[in-house]
């Protein structure tokens, strides 16, 4: 079966006849309607020789509506994109309150600087501020002897070798001098005061 070739531009009762007499410089006087339906017509045939030629047989006032629907569907759906991306659910309990990541934390260390240090593990301990970095744990997790930067005493060791403007300091005591245990990360209390 041989394939049908359509030729608008011969037949002369086609609209696309009047559409060449139009482009060859026939002076006519257009309204806004019939500038309208030239180029619609002008659309329907660029996409009956562009992608299908069975469009050459719908109406161009058709295929015009749908194109105006397809970019209005297009234009809509990007505040539904942004609508749906940065908006999140929202519980509506009554008894929702909001939990601060600072709950989840132990407690710091001058949270209770009137009274004292508060342990760690056991926050209704409180140890007293001459009593916390003094080289004796207090605490049963050891909590306020850690992350101290002034000692009670006189003894101290940086709390890490690699960082060695660090203000972190370990407190230290007579008996943990030259004891053969080290407390400090560089061994200092091994090392530095034992002759």
């Known amino acids: 079966m041989a394939g049908v070739v359509l030729d608008f ?24 309607w019939e500038n309208f339906h030239y180029r619609a017509d002008d659309f329907r045939l660029w996409l009956s020789t562009r992608c299908c030629t069975c469009l050459s047989f719908v109406p161009s006032l058709a295929l015009v ?44 260390i001058t949270s209770c600087t009137v009274y004292g240090f508060a342990c760690t593990a056991q926050p209704y301990i409180v140890v007293s501020k001459n009593r916390r970095c003094d080289g004796h744990p207090d605490c049963e997790d050891g909590s306020d002897e850690i992350d101290c930067q002034e000692c009670q005493t006189t003894l101290s060791c940086p709390a890490s070798t690699i960082n060695k403007n660090s203000k972190r300091r370990i407190c230290l005591v007579g008996n943990h001098l030259c004891d053969e245990y080290k407390h400090c990360p560089g061994s200092e209390d091994e090392t530095l005061y034992c002759n």
């Open 9 to 32: 531009a011969m037949d002369e009762t086609a609209p696309d006849a009047e559409l060449d007499e139009i482009r060859k410089g026939v002076s006519k006087r257009w309204n806004l």
């Open 65 to 108: 509506l749908i194109a105006a629907v397809l970019i209005m569907l297009l234009i809509a759906t990007i505040p539904l994109a942004f609508a749906l991306t940065y908006s999140s659910p929202q519980a509506n309990w009554e008894d929702h309150t909001p939990l601060r990541t600072t709950e989840f934390l132990p407690k710091n």
